[in-house]
C-alpha cells in the first residue's frame, strides 16, 4: 500500500492556465506538508497542515492555495500558472506537526510549464 | 534558526569504495538529525535519525551517521557502495522551536562501476 500518494505524476500545462495536484496519506499522520523541488534539487517548504489547520505558510505566491478537505488529504492549486512554476512538488506527511518526526515523502508531482 | 550545509555538490565513487557524505549544522543545543535519500523519480526516504544517546547511529541500507557536537557535524557514511546507491543525500536538522527540520541542499552521489 502507498503510504502518501500524489497526483498526477506529472503535469504539462500552459502559462496562465489553473491547475491542482491532489495529496492523500493512508498513515493516520496528523500533519502534511508540500515541498517544491527546484532544479537544482533544493527542497523549499511551502505550506504544512496540522489536522486540517495551516501552521506554515512560507513566502509563496497567494497564486497557490493549499486545500485540506480532512487531515488524510492535502490538495495543491495553482492558478495563473507561470514559467518559474515549473518544479517538481512533493506532499509529505508526520505523525505530528514537529521537527523531530519522521516525514513520509510521495513520488512528486513534475509540472512543466509552457 | 538552524541551518544546514552540505558542501560538496556532488560526489562520485567507485563502486565497492567507501563513503563519507559531509553535513554541518548551526544551532546552539542539540538538534534532531536526519539523513533523507532521494532515489532517481522518487520522493525521500529517511536513512537514519540521531536525537539523543550513541552518537553513532546505524541505518537502512547499510548507512551509518556520527553525530560530533565538537564539529557540529553529522557526516554519513557507507562502507562499501553499491550502483543502486546512486541517488540524491539531504542532511536535515531541526530544533525543539520548530515545526519541521530543515533541509540541506542535497549530496548527489554518482556511482562508477
Known amino acids: 500500500d502507498t503510504a502518501v500518494s500524489q497526483t498526477p505524476k506529472y503535469l504539462v500545462t500552459q502559462m496562465g492556465n489553473d491547475k491542482s495536484i491532489k495529496c492523500e496519506q493512508n498513515?493516520?499522520?496528523?500533519?502534511m506538508y508540500w515541498y517544491k523541488q527546484d532544479s537544482k534539487k533544493f527542497l523549499k517548504i511551502m505550506f504544512s497542515?496540522?489536522?486540517?489547520?495551516?501552521?506554515i505558510n512560507e513566502t509563496v505566491p497567494n497564486r497557490f492555495s493549499p486545500k485540506s478537505p480532512d487531515k488524510a488529504h492535502l490538495n495543491l492549486h495553482i492558478n495563473s500558472l507561470e514559467l518559474g512554476d515549473s518544479a517538481v512538488y512533493f506532499c509529505?506527511?508526520?505523525?505530528?506537526?514537529?521537527?523531530?518526526?519522521?516525514?513520509?515523502f510521495g513520488p512528486g508531482t513534475r509540472l512543466t510549464v509552457l | 534558526a538552524q541551518s544546514v550545509t552540505q558542501p560538496d555538490i556532488h560526489i562520485t565513487v567507485s563502486e565497492g569504495a567507501s563513503l563519507e557524505l559531509r553535513c554541518n549544522y548551526s544551532?546552539?543545543?542539540?538538534?534532531?538529525l536526519f539523513w533523507y535519500v532521494q532515489s532517481p523519480g522518487q520522493g525521500l526516504q529517511l536513512l537514519l535519525k540521531?536525537?539523543?544517546?550513541?552518537?553513532l547511529v546505524q541505518g537502512i541500507k547499510g548507512f551509518e551517521a556520527e553525530f560530533k557536537r565538537s564539529q557540529s557535524s553529522f557526516n554519513l557514511r557507507k562502507p562499501s557502495v553499491h550502483w543502486s546507491d546512486a541517488a540524491e543525500y539531504f542532511c536535515?536538522?531541526?530544533?525543539?522551536?520548530?515545526?519541521?527540520?530543515?533541509f540541506g541542499r542535497g549530496t548527489s552521489l554518482i556511482v562508477h562501476p
Open positions: 498513515l493516520g499522520h496528523d500533519t
Open positions: 536535515a536538522v531541526g530544533s525543539g522551536g520548530s515545526y519541521i527540520p530543515t
Open positions: 497542515y496540522n489536522n486540517k489547520e495551516l501552521i
Open positions: 544551532y546552539g543545543a542539540t538538534p534532531y
Open positions: 540521531y536525537f539523543s544517546g550513541d552518537t
Open positions: 509529505a506527511s508526520s505523525q505530528e506537526g514537529r521537527a523531530d518526526n519522521e516525514q513520509f
